[in-house]
């Protein structure tokens, strides 16, 4: 197959990619490769489905920048294409005297970046908006909101077919060769002949990279993330979205209570080392992935540093009691019987050599590719704005 593009991978950001490449090249041939036998299967099918407001982000860094362009991006999308979405907000809560610092340092970061309408909320005022809720003080967000992204990955999806792209599902890219005036990818049907390629490959991103460029500096660890449900009883005790002060040492946010936009609301996700990279149960294991991981210097340092963390997120993982109490720390009324077990996400961190778990987003750029190799949350919400500047990178 000739093509002019080949996406590889149909996640949200490499649809969104395809997305902006067929606005911009309306005479090009743009291609998706996707592996599975449908679109968003992976990171983007089973994430918190939150629109982030870029409250967290470091201002100036490529998350702060698109996340919050992609925010508005995201709902002008939806109204036009008729997605449902609510901005009901969220409550950032300290429970602990020792978070309050942290906690006003998110305030100045959020306002720095230009949210609007962010409250800082004192005790009395955080029972007002949330009866149930254990903090000492809070902050409210008011522009965080919720979606369904694979609604919004089919309505991408629908319109590159209609702007003349392809999807080809079932697709696995095997290798991939750069010659003097073209990229071969190789699949395990045939092969594409393209002039430029985006790697949007997610869990693989490191894989597909290195099929091209031989080796990278980073690897992409996987971090499962199993969530819990709330029982119909017990959903009348969350009104928000509803989220601890995040540990800056960690990329990840902490267990906490998202609503859903097709209704009830779900606990968790916490942040457990998976042993492959698609394993979303926890006996799911693949030799060659694990040691690959274990064998990357920066995560062997990862571990060395965060070894009590880790530790306790995987006690947490097999221990319902253990995930209750972590959730009872923002709504003491949880119990155990609360709570049912849902399908779990696993999310895409890439690690450096050094052991940094990388906070920002990355691309790598060369002549004839460009390699997404660190997209974490919020990439969802900044899908539409990261696709807008990859294909504003492409240049044929
Ligand atoms: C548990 C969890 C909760 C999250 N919550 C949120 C949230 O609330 N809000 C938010 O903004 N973000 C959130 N995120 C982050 C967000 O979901 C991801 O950053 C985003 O979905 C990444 O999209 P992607 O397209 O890069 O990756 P993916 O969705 O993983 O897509 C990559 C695609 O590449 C395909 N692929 C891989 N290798 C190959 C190959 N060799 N050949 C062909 N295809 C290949 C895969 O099959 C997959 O479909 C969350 C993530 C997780 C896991």
Partial sequence: MNADIAIVGGGIVGLATAYHLTLKYTDKKIVVLEKESEIAHHQTGNNSGVIHSGLYYKPGSLKAKNCIDGYHMLLEFCDENNISYDLCGKVVVATEKSELGRLRDLYDRGRENGLEGLEMLGQARLREIEPHLAGIQGIRVPQTGIVNYVDICNKLAEKIEQNGGEIHLNTVVKSIE??????????????????????????????????????????????????????????????????????????????HYTRMIGGGIEAGPNAVFAFRKEGYKRTDFDFKEFFGSLMWPGFQKVMLKYWKTGLGEMYRSFSKKSFTKALQRLIPEIKEEDLVAAPAGVRAQACDRTGGLLDDFKLVTEKRAIHVINAPSPAATSSLSIGKTIAGMVDL
């Fill in 178 to 255: 750069e010659k003097d005036d073209e990229v071969q990818i190789v699949t395990n049907k045939s092969f594409v002949e393209c002039q430029m390629m985006v790697n949007c490959a997610g869990l693989y991103s490191d894989s597909v990279a290195k099929m091209h460029l031989g080796d990278i500096d980073t690897r992409i660890i996987p971090f499962r993330g199993e969530y819990y449900e709330l029982t119909a009883e017990a959903e009348h005790l969350v009104k928000h979205l509803i989220y601890p002060v995040p540990d800056p040492a960690f990329p990840f946010l902490g267990v």
